[in-house]
């Protein structure tokens, strides 16, 4: 296999799409079916969020290849517009982070996109973006107001359902959904498998300095996750970090940390079906293994390949894992063989909101049937 830098292949578009994907995992609030976050973790979330894409222009990437601003305009002035584009209102900006109007174009390739703040534009509106975390206190407005027939109404979430509050109402509210579940009507998942060009087709894994690592912040003794590692670790070392741990990582050790990692624990918070989130993408982007708990490794290989990841249900106890780890540590040909898919595919990371509202944008362009949710809490909360 020939061989190049690995920062050199990847590091152009992992700059842009990483950072806001792990501090917006690390920093959110945790909402269970009897907790609302709180403002001031709100704050915190949006906050880090936009110091992460400020940093961004630093680092020598085109314009139009940064598509988050923070100021409060809306549409770029020189954008052109269309009698027959397709207005996309947002209802609010999630965590309060305003999208570059040309984003869909310069980043999708999908044109004729508007994309506004300003509720004045409501009535001429084809498509009304609500981002779940934001309209829990709107719900009985919104019930209140009218709907023109040409106008779909979105719902977009990306938490999974015990992260999710659940809100009374919802049914019959809305007629898109945008989310990670397959079965959602514009589904985008956090991250995704590509087939990369001809010319690209080079990798070299990055050098190791550690055996297993976790970078994890929302430590709950009850959840899976924790009661794994806490077996797990018996048995081998592990290089925890994150403030569960008061070793917090910066975003400019992020990376270097999870690429020196040969396996990466990928553990989710909860489990339901599509969900996996950047805990899995990230380590496949940067060069390591990830070691996953979630869902079946049958949903996993729906959406990765078979031979990248090691799913913790393959062993019969955190001590077996321990032990396929170590000698997969000791025969570095074998751990070579999980990074063979790397000669015709990468990882990608999507740009939360940015992309579920262009996606959204395209669908209502393309199908223009009538269409309500009537049972959204009964297919996403069962």
Same mark, same amino acid.
């Given at each position: %296999?020939?061989?190049?830098?690995?920062?050199?292949?990847?590091?152009?578009?992992?700059?842009?799409?990483?950072?806001?994907?792990?501090?917006?995992?690390?920093?959110?609030?945790? &909402?269970?079916?009897?907790?609302?976050?709180?403002?001031?973790?709100?704050?915190?979330?949006?906050?880090?969020? &936009?110091?992460?894409?400020?940093?961004?222009?630093?680092?020598?990437?085109?314009? =139009?290849?940064?598509?988050?601003?923070?100021?409060?305009? @809306?549409?770029?002035?020189?954008?052109?517009?269309?009698?027959?584009?397709?207005? %996309?209102? %947002?209802?609010?900006?999630?965590?309060?982070?305003?999208?570059?109007?040309?984003?869909?174009?310069?980043?999708?390739? &999908?044109?004729?996109?508007?994309?506004?703040?300003?509720?004045?534009?409501?009535?001429?509106?084809?498509?009304? %973006?609500?981002?779940?975390?934001?309209?829990?206190?709107?719900?009985?407005?919104?019930?209140?107001?009218?709907?023109?027939?040409?106008?779909?109404? !979105?719902?977009?979430?990306?938490?999974?359902?015990?992260?999710?509050?659940?809100?009374?109402?919802?049914?019959?509210?809305? =007629?898109?959904?945008?989310?990670?579940?397959?079965?959602?009507?514009?589904?985008?998942?956090?991250?995704?498998? !590509?087939?990369?060009?001809?010319?690209?087709?080079?990798?070299?894994?990055?050098?190791?300095?550690?055996?297993?690592?976790?970078?994890?912040?929302?430590?709950?003794?009850?959840?899976?996750?924790?009661?794994?590692?806490?077996?797990?670790?018996?048995?081998?070392?592990?290089?925890?970090?994150?403030?569960?741990?008061?070793?917090? &990582?910066?975003?400019?050790?992020?990376?270097?940390? @999870?690429?020196?990692?040969?396996?990466?624990?990928?553990?989710? =918070?909860?489990?339901?079906?599509?969900?996996?989130?950047?805990?899995?993408?990230?380590?496949?982007?940067?060069?390591?293994?990830?070691?996953?708990?979630?869902?079946?490794?049958?949903?996993?290989?729906?959406?990765?390949?078979?031979?990248?990841?090691?799913? @913790?249900?393959?062993?019969?106890?955190?001590?077996?894992?321990?032990?396929?780890?170590?000698?997969?540590?000791?025969?570095?040909? @074998?751990?070579?063989?999980?990074?063979?898919?790397?000669?015709?595919?990468?990882?990608?990371?999507? !740009?939360?909101?940015?992309?579920?509202?262009?996606?959204?944008?395209?669908?209502?362009?393309?199908?223009?049937?009538?269409?309500?949710?009537?049972?959204?809490?009964?297919?996403?909360?069962?």
């Amino acid at each position: %296999m020939k061989t190049k830098p690995f920062h050199c292949l990847l590091l152009p578009v992992l700059l842009l799409f990483c950072f806001g994907g792990v501090f917006y995992t690390y920093y959110k609030p945790i &909402i269970s079916n009897a907790q609302v976050s709180t403002e001031e973790c709100l704050n915190i979330v949006r906050n880090t969020f &936009i110091q992460t894409i400020n940093q961004t222009s630093n680092l020598n990437i085109p314009l =139009n290849q940064q598509p988050l601003v923070t100021k409060p305009a @809306v549409m770029e002035e020189n954008q052109e517009h269309h009698a027959n584009d397709i207005i %996309m209102l %947002m209802w609010s900006w999630p965590f309060g982070v305003v999208f570059n109007g040309t984003a869909c174009s310069s980043q999708f390739g &999908i044109k004729g996109c508007q994309i506004t703040d300003d509720r004045s534009q409501y009535d001429e509106a084809h498509g009304v %973006m609500f981002h779940h975390r934001d309209i829990s206190g709107e719900l009985t407005n919104l019930h209140n107001m009218p709907r023109h027939p040409h106008q779909k109404w !979105v719902w977009l979430n990306m938490e999974s359902p015990s992260n999710a509050q659940k809100l009374p109402g919802l049914d019959g509210l809305f =007629n898109l959904t945008s989310n990670y579940r397959r079965d959602s009507d514009v589904w985008v998942p956090v991250g995704k498998i !590509v087939e990369i060009p001809e010319k690209d087709k080079t990798f070299e894994i990055p050098p190791k300095d550690k055996l297993v690592c976790w970078i994890v912040s929302n430590w709950n003794p009850n959840f899976e996750r924790v009661k794994y590692f806490n077996e797990l670790s018996k048995h081998i070392k592990i290089e925890a970090y994150g403030s569960a741990f008061n070793r917090r &990582i910066n975003k400019e050790d992020y990376i270097k940390t @999870v690429t020196g990692c040969k396996f990466y624990l990928g553990f989710e =918070n909860s489990v339901h079906k599509d969900y996996f989130t950047e805990k899995v993408f990230k380590p496949l982007m940067f060069g390591t293994v990830p070691v996953v708990l979630g869902t079946s490794r049958e949903n996993y290989e729906q959406f990765i390949p078979a031979d990248s990841f090691i799913h @913790v249900d393959d062993f019969k106890s955190p001590q077996e894992l321990a032990e396929h780890l170590t000698f997969l540590d000791k025969n570095p040909k @074998v751990y070579e063989q999980y990074f063979n898919w790397r000669r015709h595919f990468i990882a990608t990371h999507s !740009v939360f909101a940015i992309e579920q509202t262009c996606r959204s944008c395209e669908y209502i362009r393309n199908y223009k049937g009538y269409r309500v949710f009537k049972d959204l809490t009964k297919w996403y909360w069962g």
